[in-house]
């Protein structure tokens, strides 16, 4: 069996696989196993059950977007499929009584990082999240990481290399002018190529 992950866009992996062939009976059902990388154990995240003669060799991990929100510095995950064999004509079984069973490679996939940025703010506000400007990062295991704000006239008034250091509103120390502000950010998850946003955000006093 050949196993291969890609991480979606709605923060789900989905894993296809090729079906396994060689035994005598005839695959009962596929098992899907995930670990952290890092982290040697693996557990048990489904199956699918073939039924009247199917072979389903796909699945997708929906639990995927709540690990990733619970813990956006774990990086990968990494995941192996187990066949079991059922209805083998000999009644051939392993040496422990069990069923035959065969495992693919292992694969893994790295959900890609994703930024979120408010259309406007206020340092005033007496919402702490409120009072300064920057980006929510989905995952936070980013490289080359930029990010700086131009006033209308293109005047740079922020600049930081930092993903968790946010604007406060000031240019030079003193107070920037309430108004449409432009921000510029570029980021990358490791081994990708950078990924470049912009767009303008609203400064209000």
Do not use: H
Not at 7 to 12: R, Y
Not at 164 to 177: I, L
Request: glycine fraction near 10%.
């Amino acid at each position: 069996m050949r196993l291969n992950v890609k991480g979606e866009p709605d923060l789900t992996n989905r894993l296809t696989w090729t079906s396994y062939q060689g035994w005598g009976g005839y695959v009962e059902k596929y098992e899907i196993y995930r670990r952290v990388e890092g982290d040697f154990n693996y557990v048990k995240v489904g199956e699918n059950v073939n039924v009247n003669g199917g072979d389903d060799t796909t699945y997708t991990d929906y639990e995927i977007a709540d690990l990733v929100a619970a813990d956006p510095d774990a990086g990968a995950y990494c995941y192996y499929v187990k066949a079991i064999e059922g209805g083998n004509p000999q009644g051939i079984i392993d040496n422990f009584g069990n069923p035959m069973n065969a495992f693919s490679n292992e694969a893994c996939s790295q959900q890609e990082a994703r930024v979120f940025l408010a259309t406007a703010f206020r340092p005033g506000s007496g919402v702490d999240e409120n009072t300064t400007f920057g980006p929510s990062m989905r995952l936070n295991d980013i490289e080359n990481y930029q990010f700086y704000i131009m006033n209308r006239w293109g005047t740079k008034v922020f600049e930081t290399n930092d993903p968790q250091v946010r604007w406060d509103g000031t240019d030079a120390g003193n107070a920037a002018p309430q108004g449409v502000y432009i921000y510029f950010i570029k980021y990358a998850t490791p081994g990708d190529a950078p990924t470049e946003e912009r767009g303008n955000f609203t400064l209000i006093r």
